[in-house]
T-cell receptor
Framework: GENVEQHPSTLSVQEGDSAVIKCTYSDSASNYFPWYKQELGKRPQLIID?????GEKKDQRIAVTLNKTAKHFSLHITETQPEDSAVYFCAASGITGGFKTIFGAGTRLFVKA | DTGVSQDPRHKITKRGQNVTFRCDPI?????LYWYRQTLGQGPEFLTY????????KSRLLSDRFSAERPKGSFSTLEIQRTEQGDSAMYLCASSPNRGNTEAFFGQGTRLTVV
C-alpha cells in the first residue's frame, strides 16, 4: 500500500540556521505533496504544497523540492525562528488513492534561541 | 462556517463502552476523511467519503469501527466495545471536490479509554 517515510524524526537547530526535512513515497501515482505544521495541542495546518508538474516551490522562508524519479521530496526552512518550533508532516496523495492523504510520521523541530 | 468542527473535543470512556464522534466539514466540501493520531505519529488514514458514499476504509481498521455520512454533510465515527488501544486523537478533515487539494482539519476528538 501507500507509504510515506520521513526523516529525521527530531531536528534541533540554532535560530537563524536552516532546517531540512526529507521524505520518500512509495506510490508512483502520487501527484500532490502537502506539508503540514502541527503545534502542540493544535490541528495540522498546511504550510506549503507542491504538485508533480513542478520541481520546486518557494514561499518566503519555506521551500519544497520534488524529485519524481527518485520519489523524494524535501522541506527547507531558512532563517529559522523560535516560532518555527513544531512538528512537521510531509504527505502524499494521488487519484488512485481517491485523493486521500498519506502522512509521514513527523519531524519534531526545535529552534533554539 | 469558518472551518471543520468536531464534537466532543474530549471523551473519556470505560473499556467496552461504545462511543460516537461527530464531524461537521466545511459546508461546500464534498470529501471528508477520518484519521487517527497517536502521540509522536502522523495522522493515520481511517476512512474517506465522497458526499454520502464511503469510498475507502483502511484495511487496518477493526470491524468495531464504523463511519457514516448519511446526507453528505456531517459524519459520525462510532467505535464499539472500546479497547485501551483505541485511545488516540481522532481527526476529521474535509476538502473540496476539485482534484488534489489541501485537506482542512478539525481540532480533533481526544479519546481516552480507561
Amino acid at each position: 500500500g501507500e507509504n510515506v517515510e520521513q526523516h529525521p524524526s527530531t531536528l534541533s537547530v540554532q535560530e537563524g540556521d536552516s532546517a531540512v526535512i526529507k521524505c520518500t513515497y512509495s506510490d508512483s501515482a502520487s501527484n500532490y505533496f502537502p506539508w503540514y505544521k502541527q503545534e502542540l495541542g493544535k490541528r495540522p495546518q498546511l504550510i506549503i504544497d507542491i504538485r508533480s508538474n513542478v520541481g520546486e516551490k518557494k514561499d518566503q522562508r519555506i521551500a519544497v523540492t520534488l524529485n519524481k524519479t527518485a520519489k523524494h521530496f524535501s522541506l527547507h526552512i531558512t532563517e529559522t525562528q523560535p516560532e518555527d518550533s513544531a512538528v512537521y508532516f510531509c504527505a502524499a496523495s494521488g487519484i488512485t488513492g481517491g485523493f486521500k492523504t498519506i502522512f509521514g510520521a513527523g519531524t519534531r523541530l526545535f529552534v533554539k534561541a | 462556517d469558518t472551518g471543520v468542527s468536531q464534537d466532543p473535543r474530549h471523551k473519556i470512556t470505560k473499556r467496552g463502552q461504545n462511543v460516537t464522534f461527530r464531524c461537521d466539514p466545511i459546508s461546500e466540501h464534498n470529501r471528508l476523511y477520518w484519521y487517527r493520531q497517536t502521540l509522536g505519529q502522523g495522522p493515520e488514514f481511517l476512512t474517506y467519503f465522497q458526499n454520502e458514499a464511503q469510498l475507502e476504509k483502511s484495511r487496518l481498521l477493526s470491524d468495531r469501527f464504523s463511519a457514516e455520512r448519511p446526507k453528505g454533510s456531517f459524519s459520525t465515527l462510532e467505535i464499539q466495545r472500546t479497547e485501551q488501544g483505541d485511545s488516540a486523537m481522532y481527526l476529521c478533515a474535509s476538502s473540496p471536490n476539485r482534484g488534489n487539494t489541501e485537506a482542512f482539519f478539525g481540532q480533533g476528538t481526544r479519546l481516552t479509554v480507561v
